[in-house]
C-alpha cells in the first residue's frame, strides 16, 4: 500500500518565500514570493534554465539553509519555527535529497550508502540492509552491491543515490537535476526508475530540471523565471 501523509493536506506548502543575496553592494533578488502546494504523491517538475535559483529553493524546502523569508510547511508543520535540532530531525524523517553529483560516500559501498541513512534514523542493521538490498535490486545493481563509487559507472552512481534518497521512505523527495551529469539514454533510464520508485512509495517529489522533455514526464510542471513562480 502506498504511503501517503496523514495530515489531509499537501505535503508541502510555500507562502511568500523569498531568498535575496548581497553581491559587490548590490541586492540580488532570487526568489521574490513564492507560493507553491504540493500533494501526497504528486510529482512537480521544477523548470527553468541554469542560474534560475531551482536550487536555492530546494535548498529552502530541504531545510538546508537559512536567510530565507516567508513560511515553509511540511506535513502540516511550520518548518520556518523549528529549532535546528528540530529541523535535522525532520530532514532526516520526511525528506528525501538526489543532487546532480551523487555525493555517495566513497570508502563504502553501494550498499552501505544505502543501509546508513537507516541507520542513522535507529533501524536494526539487518532491516536496513535487507532494505538497501531490495531498493539496489530494483535499480538493477544486485551484482554490484559491494561495490564502492569509484568501481561504478556515473549511471549506477546515480541509482545508488536514488536509492539512498528512499531508502527512508521519505514522503518528499527533492531532487536537483538527478541526471544532468548523464547521458541522455541514461538519464530517460534513470529518470523513469525514479519516478517509478517515488510513485511505488505513494511519495511526492519535487524535481529540478533544465529539461523540457524529462519535464513532461512528471505530474505538474511549475517554470521559475525571475524569482517567481509561473
Given at each position: 500500500m502506498?504511503?501517503?501523509a496523514?495530515?489531509?493536506?499537501?505535503?508541502?506548502?510555500?507562502?511568500?518565500?523569498?531568498?535575496?543575496?548581497?553581491?559587490?553592494?548590490?541586492?540580488?533578488?532570487?526568489l521574490?514570493?513564492?507560493?507553491?502546494?504540493?500533494?501526497p504523491?504528486?510529482?512537480v517538475a521544477l523548470?527553468?534554465?541554469?542560474?534560475?535559483?531551482k536550487?536555492?529553493?530546494l535548498?529552502a524546502?530541504?531545510?538546508?539553509?537559512?536567510g530565507?523569508?516567508?513560511?515553509?510547511?511540511?506535513g502540516g508543520?511550520d518548518?520556518?519555527?523549528?529549532?535546528?535540532?528540530?529541523?535535522?530531525?525532520?530532514?532526516?524523517?520526511?525528506?528525501?535529497f538526489?543532487?546532480?553529483?551523487h555525493h555517495?560516500?566513497?570508502?563504502?559501498?553501494?550498499?552501505?550508502?544505502?543501509?546508513l541513512?537507516?541507520?542513522?534514523a535507529?533501524?536494526a542493521?539487518?532491516?536496513?540492509?535487507?532494505r538497501?538490498?531490495e531498493?539496489?535490486?530494483?535499480l538493477?545493481?544486485a551484482?554490484?552491491?559491494?561495490?564502492?563509487?569509484?568501481?561504478l559507472?556515473?549511471?549506477?552512481?546515480?541509482?545508488?543515490?536514488?536509492?539512498r534518497?528512499?531508502?527512508?521512505?521519505?514522503?518528499?523527495?527533492?531532487?536537483d537535476?538527478?541526471?544532468?551529469n548523464?547521458?541522455?539514454?541514461?538519464?530517460?533510464?534513470?529518470?523513469g526508475?525514479?519516478?517509478?520508485l517515488?510513485r511505488?512509495?505513494?511519495s511526492?517529489?519535487l524535481?529540478?530540471?533544465?529539461?523540457e522533455?524529462?519535464?513532461?514526464?512528471?505530474?505538474?510542471v511549475?517554470?521559475?523565471?525571475?524569482?517567481?513562480?509561473?
Amino acid at each position: 500500500m502506498s504511503e501517503r501523509a496523514d495530515h489531509g493536506g499537501p505535503i508541502v506548502r510555500l507562502t511568500g518565500l523569498a531568498r535575496s543575496f548581497e553581491q559587490g553592494g548590490v541586492t540580488i533578488a532570487v526568489l521574490r514570493g513564492i507560493d507553491l502546494a504540493i500533494m501526497p504523491g504528486e510529482i512537480v517538475a521544477l523548470l527553468g534554465p541554469s542560474g534560475a535559483g531551482k536550487s536555492t529553493l530546494l535548498q529552502a524546502v530541504g531545510l538546508l539553509e537559512g536567510g530565507f523569508s516567508g513560511r515553509i510547511e511540511i506535513g502540516g508543520t511550520d518548518a520556518t519555527a523549528l529549532s535546528p535540532a528540530q529541523r535535522t530531525t525532520m530532514r532526516r524523517d520526511r525528506l528525501g535529497f538526489v543532487y546532480q553529483f551523487h555525493h555517495l560516500l566513497p570508502d563504502f559501498t553501494a550498499l552501505e550508502n544505502v543501509a546508513l541513512p537507516q541507520l542513522i534514523a535507529g533501524r536494526a542493521p539487518d532491516v536496513a540492509t535487507q532494505r538497501a538490498r531490495e531498493l539496489l535490486s530494483a535499480l538493477g545493481l544486485a551484482a554490484r552491491l559491494d561495490h564502492r563509487p569509484s568501481q561504478l559507472s556515473g549511471g549506477e552512481q546515480q541509482r545508488v543515490a536514488v536509492a539512498r534518497a528512499l531508502a527512508n521512505r521519505p514522503p518528499l523527495v527533492l531532487a536537483d537535476e538527478p541526471t544532468g551529469n548523464l547521458d541522455e539514454a541514461t538519464a530517460d533510464k534513470v529518470l523513469g526508475e525514479l519516478l517509478a520508485l517515488v510513485r511505488g512509495h505513494g511519495s511526492a517529489a519535487l524535481i529540478a530540471t533544465h529539461n523540457e522533455r524529462l519535464a513532461a514526464r512528471m505530474d505538474r510542471v511549475v517554470r521559475l523565471h525571475d524569482g517567481l513562480l509561473a
